[in-house]
Structures are given as structure tokens and as C-alpha cells.
């Protein structure tokens, strides 16, 4: 069977802020600088800096999508639900076509294990011709549709093919793709998508621990110690290097 994070990460990203209106007023100037203050100091870990920029600027423009929804991710990472869902809906309201907002919030609830809201909001997110990410909505979907249950496994793969058609060498969508297509048994299918993630970056423990069983599964044993070894190495007290262990037993 599939398995998956459970948890979708949030971030705040304003490479595709909706723009201020021509002849923003001193106030909705203000709130827009510290927005991107508050998210700087976010980035950063200085919540409690990034909690006080960006309480000035929900005060200096309400109405500001980009000020609600960075205050929602902070509110999340403070684990404040209710206030965290209660700012993502008021930034989408401002602004149905801020992505990342709908994106976030897709993540947001499908943490919460609200799977068909989740996939809804992702799904928005993506009708926007200019969002920057699309990719990253669509792993997002396929990763929230795979801890629902297996039969949701075709269209999730459906999604990750889109997020590699948006973005060829997405790492997040080339792993789990990857693995739905070992779970299928497509041993030199998942050989191909672990070429391309290893081309686009970094091995992970991940990503070497599903290439060790893929290998294994294709008879290549030889080739499955010395990934073995680089596990061990890179990554010895990863569960996937206690895995191997437990598997070479």
C-alpha cells in the first residue's frame, strides 16, 4: 500500500501577490511593507516580530488578501486552527484568484483530513492561468488524495502528471509518482522517474530507500548494497536506513 506524509507544508510565498490597485492609498503602502516584513521575519523564525508586522498591517488595510493570508500561515504554525481557517477564507474572499492563498489553504485542511474541501481549494488555485506554481497544487492534491484510499490512487497520479507537465523536473511530484509506481509493480517505470528526481538534485533517504527496493525488485542486488551503503552513510539514523537493516536481516 501507498504510504504518504501526512502533513503538507505551508509557506508563505509572495512571488504572486495580487497587486496593490494604481493609487494605493499611504495606509494600504504601509500594510504592503509590512506584510513583506512580517514574512520576512517569518522565513526567519522571528515569530513573534512577524505576529507584530503583520498585526499592523491587517490594521493599516483590512482589506489586504496578502496581509490575511500570511497572518493565516503564521496562525497555523501557532496552531491556532480557528483563527488560522478564519484568515485564509477572509484572504480568498478579498481575493478568489490569490493561489497561493488556495493552495495553503488546500494544504491547511487536508492536515486536518478534510480531503474534498482540500482538493477543491487546490483545484482553484490552479484555474488561475497566472499562478506561478501550479505544480506544486497538483502534488499537493495527489499527496492529500493517496491518504484517503487507494482507489483515489488514478486520479492522484493524474494530478502528478499535470504538476510534471507544469514543471518537469519537480522533485515532490518525480518521488511520489515514483512510488505509486512501485506500488504497481511498474519496477522500470519507477527506475525512470528515480533517473530523473537523482538529475534534478540531491538522493534522499527517501528517495534511496524506494531506489534500494526497486533495484531488488528488478534483481539488481549488487547495485542495491552499494545504494544500501550510501543510506548508511548519508543517512544512518534515518527510519529508512532502520528499514534497510531490518530488511537485510
Given at each position: 500500500?501507498?504510504?504518504?506524509?501526512?502533513?503538507?507544508?505551508?509557506?508563505?510565498?509572495?512571488?504572486?501577490?495580487?497587486?496593490?490597485?494604481?493609487?494605493?492609498?499611504?495606509?494600504e503602502?504601509?500594510?504592503?511593507?509590512?506584510?513583506?516584513?512580517?514574512?520576512?521575519?517569518y522565513?526567519?523564525?522571528?515569530?513573534?516580530?512577524?505576529?507584530?508586522?503583520?498585526?499592523?498591517?491587517?490594521?493599516?488595510?483590512?482589506?489586504?488578501?496578502?496581509?490575511?493570508?500570511?497572518?493565516?500561515?503564521?496562525?497555523?504554525?501557532?496552531?491556532?486552527?480557528?483563527?488560522?481557517?478564519?484568515?485564509?477564507?477572509?484572504?480568498?474572499?478579498?481575493?478568489?484568484?490569490?493561489?497561493?492563498?488556495?493552495?495553503?489553504?488546500?494544504?491547511?485542511?487536508?492536515?486536518?483530513?478534510?480531503?474534498?474541501?482540500?482538493?477543491?481549494?487546490?483545484?482553484?488555485?490552479?484555474?488561475?492561468?497566472?499562478?506561478?506554481s501550479?505544480?506544486?497544487?497538483?502534488?499537493?492534491?495527489?499527496?492529500?488524495?493517496?491518504?484517503?484510499?487507494?482507489?483515489?490512487?488514478?486520479?492522484?497520479?493524474?494530478?502528478?502528471?499535470?504538476?510534471?507537465?507544469?514543471?518537469?523536473?519537480y522533485?515532490?511530484a518525480?518521488?511520489n509518482?515514483?512510488?505509486?509506481?512501485?506500488?504497481?509493480?511498474?519496477?522500470?517505470?519507477?527506475?525512470?522517474?528515480?533517473?530523473r528526481?537523482?538529475v534534478a538534485?540531491?538522493q534522499?533517504?527517501?528517495?534511496?530507500?524506494?531506489?534500494?527496493?526497486?533495484?531488488?525488485?528488478?534483481?539488481?542486488?549488487?547495485?542495491?548494497?552499494?545504494?544500501?551503503?550510501?543510506?548508511?552513510?548519508?543517512?544512518?539514523?534515518?527510519?529508512?536506513?532502520?528499514?534497510?537493516?531490518?530488511?537485510?536481516?
Amino acid at each position: 500500500m501507498y504510504r504518504t506524509s501526512s502533513t503538507l507544508l505551508l509557506v508563505v510565498m509572495l512571488t504572486a501577490c495580487t497587486m496593490v490597485p494604481v493609487g494605493p492609498s499611504k495606509d494600504e503602502k504601509a500594510s504592503k511593507i509590512n506584510v513583506q516584513l512580517g514574512v520576512g521575519y517569518y522565513q526567519q523564525g522571528n515569530l513573534e516580530q512577524a505576529n507584530e508586522k503583520l498585526l499592523k498591517a491587517l490594521r493599516q488595510d483590512p482589506e489586504s488578501s496578502q496581509a490575511h493570508y500570511a497572518y493565516a500561515v503564521l496562525q497555523h504554525r501557532f496552531l491556532n486552527k480557528e483563527k488560522a481557517e478564519e484568515h485564509f477564507r477572509k484572504a480568498i474572499e478579498l481575493d478568489p484568484q490569490n493561489s497561493e492563498a488556495l493552495s495553503n489553504f488546500g494544504a491547511f485542511l487536508c492536515n486536518q483530513d478534510r480531503i474534498d474541501e482540500s482538493i477543491q481549494m487546490f483545484m482553484q488555485a490552479v484555474e488561475n492561468p497566472l499562478y506561478k506554481s501550479p505544480e506544486v497544487a497538483y502534488t499537493n492534491a495527489a499527496v492529500c488524495l493517496l491518504k484517503k484510499d487507494d482507489t483515489s490512487r488514478e486520479q492522484a497520479t493524474d494530478y502528478l502528471h499535470k504538476a510534471l507537465a507544469a514543471r518537469s523536473n519537480y522533485r515532490l511530484a518525480l518521488i511520489n509518482i515514483a512510488e505509486i509506481m512501485f506500488d504497481q509493480d511498474n519496477f522500470e517505470v519507477t527506475q525512470l522517474y528515480l533517473k530523473r528526481f537523482n538529475v534534478a538534485g540531491e538522493q534522499t533517504a527517501r528517495s534511496l530507500w524506494l531506489e534500494i527496493r526497486n533495484e531488488l525488485a528488478l534483481d539488481n542486488p549488487a547495485r542495491a548494497y552499494g545504494l544500501a551503503e550510501k543510506l548508511k552513510a548519508d543517512f544512518p539514523q534515518s527510519n529508512q536506513y532502520k528499514s534497510w537493516l531490518e530488511l537485510s536481516k
